[in-house]
């Protein structure tokens, strides 16, 4: 009920193509879904959110697209730099919780 | 305005011995929350602490390990009688308001168990 599955668990982009990455939930309680960047050595950090009330939300070359009938949702960036290169975790939790569940991660590396 | 500070950023501890890591939350913020991240794995909720309190440790394992955050000081993880399968990354978060959507992270303690 709590799981969060991530995929791909790796990807390897060329500079200046999309990166795609996907999450699934089964806990249909869930009402929050962030986006964290974390890079080597650094804590996770947020990078976009977004609540089920909308199918998508764009922050500049970031979008995240939310399927709430298929309990899916995904990352998308947009112009993949080479510094965008980082492991990306997706999570979740609900308003009854404090707690947020993370997918697995994904390792990203965009080619210059 | 310091963000959330983790102390020691690394630590090695034989078979036995105890860990304590720190996490000192931003200013303002009460509540604290500590997370473990195993190699190429997410990150698994251990414990939501506030100020002298407890909220929530069903993520912590039931021996072994216990937090705390006293009233005036850093919060505490500590881990007795370490094994190998307990080094990881250990993250702590820190909110205002008990919400998940506000939490910022630190920069987490490396444990390393030989």
């Known amino acids: 009920q709590q799981q969060v599955k991530q995929s791909p668990q790796s990807l390897i982009v060329q500079k200046g193509g999309i990166s795609i990455i996907n999450c699934a939930y089964e806990n249909t309680a869930f009402d929050y879904f962030p986006w964290y960047q974390q890079f080597p050595g650094k804590g996770p950090a947020l990078l976009i959110a977004?609540?089920?009330?909308?199918s998508e939300k764009k922050e500049g070359r970031f979008t995240i697209s939310f399927n709430k009938s298929a309990k899916q949702f995904s990352l998308h960036i947009m112009d993949s730099q080479p510094g965008d290169s980082a492991t990306y975790f997706c999570?979740?939790?609900?308003?009854?919780?404090?707690?947020?569940?993370f997918g697995g991660g994904t390792r990203l590396m965009v080619k210059p | 305005n310091a963000g959330v500070m983790q102390n020691p950023r690394h630590l090695v501890r034989r078979r036995g011995q105890e860990a304590r890591l720190r996490c000192s939350p931003m200013?303002?913020?009460?509540?604290v929350y500590w997370y473990r991240q195993l190699p190429e794995e997410g990150l698994k909720f251990m414990v939501y602490l506030q100020k002298e309190n407890i909220i929530d440790e069903s993520g912590m394992p039931k021996e072994r390990f216990s937090a705390e955050f006293p009233k005036e000081g850093p919060s505490i993880l500590r881990i007795q009688q370490v094994v190998r399968g307990d080094s990881a990354a250990y993250f702590c978060a820190s909110s205002i308001s008990g919400q998940s959507y506000g939490y910022t992270f630190g920069s987490g303690t490396r444990l390393t168990v030989v």
């Open positions: 200013k303002g913020h009460s509540h």
């Open positions: 999570a979740a939790s609900s308003n009854a919780g404090n707690m947020l569940t």
């Open positions: 977004i609540r089920p009330d909308v």
